[in-house]
Structures are given as C-alpha cells and as structure tokens.
C-alpha cells in the first residue's frame, strides 16, 4: 500500500515537471532553430536595403518601415479610445452597473474574434463601405455625366448600351487604371462612334475625378485601422488594471481637497498609471505588429517599389514571411532570407512583448500591496 | 488723468474679474459634464464595434441566404428550368453554383463534400472544410490540454516560488510569438522533423498544423488553468494537508476539482483560439479539402480557407459570399465561446480569474 502510494507519487510529482519541461523545450527549440537558421543570413545590408530580383536577393528595409507605419497608426488609433474606455471601466462604472458590465463583456468578446474576421470586416466595412462610400461622395456629380456617356455610346465599359450606373461603378472599382485607359483607347476608337469620340473626353474627365481619392481599395490606413480594433482589448485590460494600481487613498485625498472627479483622474490618476498605459501600448504593438490574418487582403502587398504612403498598400514582415515560405518562386533558394525575417520580426514581438511583461509584473506587485 | 477714475477703473476691473471666475467656474463645469459623456460615449465602442463586426461580415454573406448572387450565378440560375433545377438538386454542385433561388438548394449544396470554387463549374461544399476544422481543433487541443494543465499544476503547487516567477513569463512569451513564425516553425521544421521521424505520407497534414495550433494554445489554457488553481482558497489545501493528504493528493484531489469551473473555462477559450487560428492552419497543414477523418491527410479550417482565397476573389461572386459566410461561422462561434465562458465563469462565481487577466 505504501510503495503504492510512493510510485503514484512519484507521478504525480513527476509528469507536471516533464510537461512544464516539454513545453519549455519546445519553446527553446523555437528560438535556437531562428537563431542557428537567421543569424548568418543577418546582415546591416540586409535591414536596410530592398528585396531584389523577385525578393530573392537583398534586404526586407521597406517591410521594415511599412510594419512600423502601421503600428504606428494603429497604435494612434487604438491607444485613446482604449485607456478612455479603461477610464471609464475603472474610474466611473460602479461595480454592480449592468451597463459595465455590458462593456467588459464586449471588450472579451473582442478579444476573442478570430483575426481572420477582424480582416473580412476591414474589407466590409473600412474598404466596401466607408471607402467606396468616400470615393462615390467624391465624384458624386460626375455620375450623371457618366451616364450620358454610357447611353450615347454604346460602351466596352459595359457590356449592353445602358449599363446600369452601379454596374459601371462596380466595374470600375474592381478594374485596374491601366484597364480603363484601355477601354478609353477602345472607346475612341470605335467603328460608328462620332459621339464616343467626343467624349472620349468626358470619360478621361470622369475617370481622373474617379481615380483622385481612391480609398476604396486596401491601404495601410485599412489596415491600420483593423488591426486597431484587434489591439483595442489589450490595451483597455492593460490600462484598466494600471488604473486600479492606484491607491484609493490618493483619489480620497484629492477628492477631499475639493478636486472634482475629471481633475483627480488628471492630475493624480493618470500620472501614476502612465507606465500601465505604456505597458497597454507596448503589448498592443506587440501584437500587432506580428498579426498577419487580418492584413492579408486589407493592404498588405508583396512588392513594392516605392515606400508607401496612407493610401497606398504596404510591405510587412510577417506577410513577407509568408509569401516568401510558401509561395515565392524559389522556396528553397530564399531560406535564409526567410530564416533571417523571422528573427526581425520575433526579435521585434518578443522584445516588446519581454518589455511590458517586466513593467507589468511590478504593476501586479503593486497591485497586491493595495 | 486723475485718480478718481482710475480708482473707479479698478473695482471695476475686480468686479469683472470675479464674475468672470464664477464664469470660468460654470464653463469649467460644463467642460467636465462634456468630457465625462465623452467618456461614457467612447467607451461603448467596443460594443459599437461588436455589432459592425457582426452587421458587415452576416451583410457580405446574406446573399447565400435564399436570394440571388450578382455575376455569374444568377444569371446561371436564372437559365435553369424547373426540370434542371430538380436535377441540379440530386446532383449538388454539378451543375451550377449554389443555385441560390432556393435556400433548400443552398443548404444542400453548402453541406456537399466538394470544396473547388475555381474549377467551370464552382462548387462550394464546406463539408470537407468542416471536417479539416474539427480535426486539427482535436489534435491541438489532445496535445495543448494536457501538458498546458499539467504545467499549470507544477507551477501553481509543486515548483518553488522562484522557479514560477521564471517560468510563468517564458511560458506567457510563447503567447506573443506571431501566429506567422510558429506557422513557419511547423512548415520547415516540424513537418520535416515530422516525415523524417514517423514517416508521414503528406508531409503537411493536420497533426502537424494540430501541432502548431497547439502551441499558440498552450500559453492561453496555461495561465488561465494557473490563475484557476491559484484562486482556490488556501484553507482547502491546509484543510486537506491538515488531515493528512500528502502534497499530491491535495493538488489532484483537491484543488483540481476545486478549479474544475476554470480550467474548463480556460480549455474553451483554447478551443475558440485553436478553431480561428488562421496563419498556422494556413501554413502547416497543406490546405487541401479532403473529406477525410484521417488526422494524416492534409486539412483546411475555416480560417485558412478565407485566408488563403479571399485575396484572389472577384467583389461580389458567389464565392465572395460564401468566404464572407465561413467568416459568420467562425465569429458566431467565437461569440458563443465567449458567452459560454463568462455566463459559466459567472455563474460559478470566479469572475476574478478574468477580471486579473
């Protein structure tokens, strides 16, 4: 009975330490595997210079800068409304309102959307709806123009004499500019076409008014913004708990000097919680400078030749990784490359990551104390 | 100028001045009743954001719910007779795509196991993709679930305090490597390491991608687990050790089941991340849509199907709606996670294991 009892014991001292190991091995397998793989591919040349020749040669500099653009404007994004919304969980809503209540459960809901969705709802909604929407508002009065054209000439910008305008809109939108410049070149030459000469015109007209805005289509400003909403949970918990770091008592001593509420989270509350809402941040751009999902079809691109600017699309470290280990046309040729980018964009992430987990256990220490 | 009116000037000036403070007073009140209903506005926006998140995604794939698709597929439905429609219905997907003019048609042909929206003739059976989801989902969470727990339990009871506070953030920092690396790891390393050592068919199959999705669920059960076994209170432990329980069977008899609630929460959100993963599933585990069971053939989750095809899609073809629609499933199940895990978390009153993280 008692040997029994000392091997299950043993057990079950045993397999919690073997699993703990398992996965801390695995994780030292990780990291050894980029390192032994990435390091000799490392070079300065690498970090600041473009991919040549298809990205099989050169350096990863304009996923660099396009990666930090977009945290960048996420973090713009993200940041205030995540630490007012801590404000509000932490400093205004009693415990028992229904209304909180209400709000952490969305903030948790947030925080466990797939990343692939927050992506489909960045081209619903920020691309389909509100760029198009900007775009359709821009050369609104144009529309009427178009029509005419389309009815006076029976166009190859559609396919019957009177297109409806939508679908001229929609051809529009999904068509590249250098196809329109074609169906003009088509438009203009077309058999009986006194009128469509006249207004090949009127088309270019319309088509530069058309292609001024351009913001229904993915850009890192899209991009951005998706990703903001992926980031908004991390930083309303990091700064919710940074807020609540903050003795009682100093907001009571405020209080009782005669500081209204706003005063005291200004000039007492938020100072002493500036570290939780550089911990918010930080982890915010950790994580999305490493999601993929969600940028795939709002703005990331494969190549580009110039560095982007908010509306055009943009290279990333992490879609780079991916086309390069999967779909690039020499996979095997460019592993070093794609050794040498992951360890960017880990050295990146876990940097950060390593950061606010430093800042956030002495919060937690804090915290106790209270 | 004399001095009379220079005097009059002043308490003039004094009265001014006074009123104005009080009018500063007043503006100042306002300003703050302002600000603080800005607050308040602000801070619904996650649940604004909710419900766009829901609208647009359920909006992009409405049309595959009983109406016609813009494009190709309903002008090719709309050709069809009464008499090819009742074939196209025996014959699911042979025939055109989605034949969307009848929701009974629609349903038959979603459930159909032939996933090739590119082919002449596009079909859009999700049935394979089902299948590929629920598969690799197991093996991640056959492989996460155990050790993760495990861990939770040497940390939370056997390790020394010193040992835990290093190995708690290691393990947490495994939760901000991006999904794209650990993706990568199990493409190169993994599968080779895998085919090498067990021979595999496919070198790319859903025990390797179960594998990765694993990894990015270990960290999430293993802290939630941790913080779940923590939150037990101490008297249990003494109690038990008290009445002398040796250490282990305290930890095992004890507060395990004392944390039940928890670490249940704790697996389900697990599961909610292991079913959404994209990058990994995407890039481990061949994305071929097979229906098959076969944990060895190559699979393809809802997240990966989107990921992969929504880049290439035409604006408005079925196919776009039918992306769109995986994308409901997948956010209707994440939501459902989500209110499962709170409503239990709530019920069994440990709201601060959450409330913590």
């Known amino acids: ?370 | 100028m004399t001095d009379q009116p220079q005097g009059k000037q002043a308490s003039q000036i004094q009265k001014a001045d006074t009123s104005s403070l009080s009018l500063v007073k007043k503006e100042r009140r306002l300003g703050e009743w302002m600000i603080e209903k800005g607050i308040y506005v602000v801070s619904t926006l996650s649940v604004i954001f909710i419900f766009l998140i829901f609208a647009f995604v359920t909006r992009e794939a409405s049309p595959i719910i009983g109406h016609t698709f813009s494009g190709e597929s309903s002008d090719a439905a709309s050709t069809l007779s009464p008499e090819d429609r009742t074939r196209a219905r025996e014959i699911v997907g042979s025939d055109y795509p989605i034949l969307l003019h009848d929701s009974k048609i629609a349903i038959d042909a979603l459930l159909h196991d032939k996933w090739e929206p590119n082919s002449a003739y596009p079909r859009y059976g999700i049935w394979p993709i089902i299948i590929g989801t629920l598969k690799s989902t197991f093996v991640a969470l056959l492989i996460a679930v155990p050790l993760s727990i495990l861990a939770a339990l040497y940390t939370a009871f056997f390790s020394p305090v010193r040992i835990r506070e290093t190995i708690k953030p290691i393990i947490e920092l495994l939760a901000g490597f991006p999904s794209v690396v650990v993706g990568f790891f199990c493409l190169i390393t993994v599968a080779t390491f895998a085919q090498t050592v067990f021979g595999f068919e496919f070198r790319l199959n859903s025990v390797v991608g179960g594998f990765g999705l694993a990894l990015a669920v270990i960290p999430i059960i293993y802290t939630l687990s941790e913080d779940a076994l923590r939150s037990v209170p101490d008297s249990l432990q003494e109690a038990a050790l008290a009445l002398g329980a040796t250490k282990w069977q305290t930890s095992y008899q004890i507060m395990l089941p004392a944390a039940t609630p928890g670490i249940f929460a704790a697996i389900l959100l697990g599961l909610g991340r292991a079913f959404g993963e994209t990058m990994i599933a995407l890039m481990a585990m061949g994305n071929a849509p097979i229906p098959s069971w076969d944990v060895f053939d190559p699979a393809r989750t809802f997240a990966s199907t989107i990921g992969a095809e929504m880049g290439e899609v035409v604006f408005g073809s079925s196919h776009y709606h039918v992306l769109f629609f995986l994308g409901v499933v997948l956010f209707v199940f994440s939501f459902g996670i989500n209110f499962i895990t709170e409503f239990y978390i709530k019920n069994k009153l440990i709201r601060r294991f959450r409330g913590n993280e």
Request: no cysteine.
């Open chain 1, 1 to 370: 009975m008692e040997s029994r009892r000392k091997i299950i014991g043993f057990f079950a001292h045993g397999l919690p330490l073997l699993a703990t190991l398992l996965v801390l091995a695995v994780i030292g397998v990780i990291i050894a595997n980029f390192v032994i793989g990435g390091v000799p591919a490392m070079s300065w040349e690498f970090l600041t210079e473009a991919p040549r020749n298809v990205n099989t040669e050169g350096g990863i500099f304009p996923a660099i800068y396009g990666t930090v653009l977009l945290v960048f404007i996420m973090t713009i994004a993200a940041v205030p409304i995540g630490t007012i919304t801590a404000i509000y969980l932490a400093e205004y809503a009693k415990k028992s309102s229904r209304f909180a209540q209400f709000i952490r459960f969305a903030v948790n809901t947030l925080a466990g959307v797939p990343s692939i969705v927050f992506g489909l709802f960045g081209l619903g909604f920020f691309i389909q709806t509100i760029g198009a929407g900007i775009d359709d508002f821009h050369h609104a009065s144009k529309m009427s123009n178009l029509q005419e054209i389309i009815v006076v000439a029976p166009s190859p910008l559609a396919n019957s004499v009177s297109a409806p305008v939508s679908e001229v809109k929609q051809f529009l939108r999904n068509t590249d500019e250098s196809l329109w410049i074609e169906q003009i070149r088509r438009l203009s030459h077309y058999p009986d076409g006194v009128d469509a000469v006249v207004n090949t015109e009127q088309v270019m007209t319309f088509l530069e008014a058309r292609s001024a805005p351009g913001w229904g289509k993915p850009n890192i400003l899209w991009a951005a913004l998706t990703l903001a909403l992926l980031t908004l949970p991390v930083v309303i918990v990091a700064v919710e708990e940074a807020l609540r770091a903050v003795p009682q008592e100093v907001r009571a001593a405020s209080l009782a000097l005669g500081a209204t509420r706003l005063e005291t989270i200004r000039k007492i509350v938020l100072p002493n919680s500036l570290t939780g809402i550089l911990t918010g941040s930080i982890l915010a751009v950790g994580r999305g400078a490493g999601e993929v999902a969600p940028i795939l079809f709002t703005g990331a691109a494969y190549s580009l030749a110039e560095l982007p600017g908010l509306k055009d699309q943009f290279m990333h470290l992490g879609y780079h990784l991916y086309i390069l280990s999967t779909q690039s046309v020499n996979v095997d040729d460019t592993r070093p490359l794609q050794f040498a980018t992951t360890i960017v964009l880990l050295g990146l992430t876990l940097a950060l990551n390593m950061v606010a987990i430093m800042i956030r256990s002495r919060i937690r220490r804090k915290n106790k104390k209270n």
